[in-house]
């Protein structure tokens, strides 16, 4: 039950109905004993009945379906109408009748039975009391100030529904906001140290075994230093290869123990278990200084953060493909630029594609669902100086485009 509905069925709604009809039905029984014409009887009986019947449905909001709501004021009405031709106080009921429909009913439909029942009122007031302007303007009138209510009531439930999905989507975004910039943060700060151990202990133990091994050679062979050199230079080695552990685990999770194509097809993988009917095919290449494009490497090392951020895109797109696109195959790219000194990665999908420009207005006012994951993915790929732009249309498939500096990298044959 959405809020509105919440708020229309609340005691205090139900309660206000329940007090203003048992106004009106007394009002009517009093009236119907003066005179007393022998008629007491049949209208005493006849607000019983409707009595019964408003309080069955007054008292049970949730557990009445659209359609049994409609029959509930339809008898209601019925019973209204049997009043009105016996007892002409009962004409002011009609008042209750509006509210119900109109805060019963969804609008259109209590906009409908409003009018509707206007022109009834209309008629039997006519019928009963003569044809007086005032028999006839007092329904119509009542009923089109009850519309008004309805509709300004309606409009402010909306505000207040927009208003609040706004807040609920700040909050959220709010969180997911902190939660990249704390992450980038982690990342930034491994990715410090660990180019600072590199640059300092690793290289300094490489220098080491280097300076062990020429000095072993300088040393005869029946010298009792060369086997202590020998010692030192194995241990440089093994301190060597735990530093380089040190600096691989102090990669992104994803990315320990291979690299990004790695962790790339590792998502494909997870994908096609998630959802059997979707095909995933990782590609990564890189295209050299004279812009020759070739498949199967990138021949650089990216920056923990590059390779971080790429990552995360990745996954936030893939899993817009699951859980929104219905497609079937998808491609995931990566070439890296040397000459132009840029990577970039395409997700690519045969999906059924979105309204781009209606999403990104979307996601920077009223997100629905995944739209604030767009607004994310710009602001991951922002935190290392690239961009990323989507490209779909409804029935067309979509595809993600990132780009983003390869400052700082280093060339595999470099890397320890």
Do not use: C
């Not at 209208?43 to 008292?59: C, D, E, M, P, R």
């Amino acid at each position: 039950m959405g809020n509105e509905d919440a708020v229309r069925d609340s005691l205090l709604i139900r309660g206000g109905f329940a007090t203003l009809l048992s106004f009106l039905l007394g009002s009517t029984m009093w009236s119907a004993t003066h005179p007393d014409d022998g008629s007491a009887q049949l209208v005493f009986l006849s607000s019983l009945a409707f009595g019964l019947v408003a309080a069955y449905g007054l008292t049970r909001p949730t557990m009445m379906s659209l359609p049994k709501r409609a029959t509930w004021m339809l008898i209601l009405t019925v019973l209204w109408a049997v009043l009105a031709f016996q007892e002409p106080t009962a004409h002011y009921m009609i008042v209750a009748l509006f509210a119900l429909y109109l805060y019963r009913l969804p609008l259109w439909w209590g906009v409908a039975a409003t009018a509707v029942v206007m022109l009834l009122g209309s008629g039997i007031g006519v019928v009963v009391m003569g044809s007086d302007v005032s028999v006839v303007v007092g329904p119509v009138m009542a009923g089109l100030v009850a519309i008004a209510v309805a509709v300004i009531v309606e409009e402010v439930f909306m505000v207040g529904e927009d208003r609040r999905e706004l807040i609920d989507e700040l909050i959220f975004t709010r969180s997911q906001l902190a939660e990249s910039e704390r992450e980038a943060g982690v990342v930034a700060e491994r990715q410090r140290v660990a180019h600072e151990i590199h640059d300092t202990v690793a290289q300094g133990l490489s220098s080491i075994q280097m300076l062990l091994y020429a000095a072993e050679r300088d040393i005869p062979d029946d010298s009792p230093a060369r086997d202590r050199i020998e010692v030192a230079r194995k241990v440089a080695a093994e301190n060597l290869r735990d530093t380089r552990a040190i600096i691989a685990a102090l990669q992104p999770r994803a990315l320990q123990g291979g690299t990004l194509a790695d962790a790339l097809r590792r998502l494909a993988t997870a994908s096609h278990e998630n959802v059997p009917g979707l095909s995933v095919e990782v590609t990564v290449g890189h295209r050299s200084d004279s812009g020759a494009l070739a498949l199967g490497t990138l021949e650089v090392s990216l920056p923990i953060m590059v390779k971080s951020v790429l990552l995360r895109i990745a996954q936030s797109a893939m899993a817009n493909v699951r859980h929104h696109s219905g497609a079937t195959t998808a491609q995931i790219t990566v070439v890296a630029d040397l000459s132009a000194g840029l990577v970039e990665m395409e997700v690519i999908d045969d999906g059924r594609g979105f309204d781009v420009p209606g999403a990104l207005v979307g996601a920077s006012g009223r997100a629905q669902g995944g739209h604030i994951g767009l607004m994310t993915m710009r602001q991951r790929a922002a935190s290392i100086g690239g961009t990323v732009e989507f490209g779909s249309a409804p029935g067309r498939g979509t595809v993600v485009r990132t780009s983003a500096p390869l400052e700082g990298h280093r060339l595999e044959s470099q890397h320890p």
